[in-house]
């Protein structure tokens, strides 16, 4: 049986439970009200009634055990391409010096501050702050579970590289529309689905996803996406993801007349390599990847005084801030030009 008792001003819960053949208690503290200390140590006592603590509650896990485990319990109905995510996040921390040995629940702040640092060594900044993300919600469960009081990746900092130049990832606009033409004269699969990234800023998987029942007079419906790995049909990255996009008539008229059904039956490596292949071929300044081409896309319509407003729904962001967030740099770039013609006015 749990007790609970007050100290000081809060309520404090003590469930004892038998772990490895041994007794042992699991303390959590800090409950305002004896109410929630009750409700939370009823919990703890369903877990245990159901034999779900000896994982849980299992005292010589690592790290990567422990949060393998927190995977298998908290992410059973994610998306595929996101379990690849933890899943690269969990072999991460498998061959981290720091976390591999470590026992998951004696984790300090600073072991895992020096697994960020260690890991920003060799990775952009980004990818240090997804890993940080991962780790540190496996962590605040082991917190509400009572596993542990505080959660080590609280308040510890992102390390790594800046990303590569933001200009590196677009292609020039004289490239862009060589792009375009090119992929109108010469025709194949590959060729149309570089076509409609080109015209829309959609994601390659979203490209690969569409049917003739998706392609209507001027409009490509984007409403589900292919995934990478297991070629599954599946729902978009975001609900936001939905979305009609304005297109030319003649590339619906052309897609129309030229496929049935399911447009495409190709990868999204082949269609990466071919895609990599053409800029070569048109000797372009920067290769892009495919993901590259959707900037490209936004970039160009940027330039075109097209509002954010309007780029932001056609990119199936959000909200305006996640796409002025990717484009500021184009944003600030436009600023500066009318703050000139304003000034210019006044003159």
């Not at 439970?17 to 200390?37: C, D, H, Q, Y």
């Not at 330039?303 to 909200?319: C, F, N, P, T, V």
Request: charged content about 25%.
């Amino acid at each position: 049986m749990a007790s609970i008792y007050k100290r000081g001003t809060s309520w404090t819960v003590n469930v004892s439970l038998v772990t490895g053949g041994k007794r042992t208690r699991k303390t959590k503290s800090g409950f305002k009200t004896k109410r929630e200390a009750g409700i939370w140590a009823t919990s703890i006592e369903n877990k245990k009634n159901n034999n779900e603590l000896s994982i849980i509650y299992d005292s010589n896990i690592t790290v990567p055990e422990y949060f393998n485990r927190w995977l298998d319990t908290y992410k059973i109905n994610i998306k595929s391409s996101s379990m690849r995510v933890y899943l690269s996040t969990l072999r991460n921390i498998e061959k981290s010096d720091i976390l591999s040995s470590t026992l998951a629940f004696k984790l300090t702040r600073t072991r895992a501050q020096q697994f960020l640092n260690e890991f920003g060594t060799t990775h952009v900044r980004s990818t240090t702050a997804k890993r940080k993300s991962q780790l540190k919600s496996a962590y605040q469960d082991a917190v509400l579970d009572g596993l542990i009081r505080t959660n080590p990746f609280e308040r510890t900092v992102v390390t790594g590289s800046d990303p590569k130049d933001s200009d590196l990832k677009f292609l020039e606009t004289e490239e862009y529309l060589n792009l375009i033409n090119e992929t109108k004269i010469v025709s194949s699969p590959t060729r149309d689905i570089i076509l409609i990234g080109a015209l829309t800023g959609a994601r390659i998987g979203e490209i690969l996803a569409l049917t003739t029942d998706d392609i209507k007079d001027g409009i490509i419906d984007i409403n589900k996406t292919e995934q990478s790995a297991t070629r599954k049909i599946d729902t978009t990255k975001t609900k936001n993801s939905i979305r009609q996009i304005d297109v030319p008539a003649w590339l619906t008229e052309k897609l129309l007349n030229k496929y049935h059904g399911k447009l495409f039956n190709i990868t999204q490596v082949a269609v990466n390599k071919a895609f990599k292949k053409l800029q070569r071929q048109l000797e372009f300044k920067n290769i892009v990847s495919f993901h590259g081409l959707r900037h490209t896309h936004a970039s160009y319509l940027v330039s075109q005084d097209i509002s954010i407003e309007y780029i932001s729904k056609r990119l199936g962001h959000a909200d305006t801030t996640t796409t002025m967030r990717i484009y500021a740099h184009l944003l600030h770039s436009k600023r500066q030009q009318e703050v000139k013609k304003t000034i210019d006015l006044f003159k």
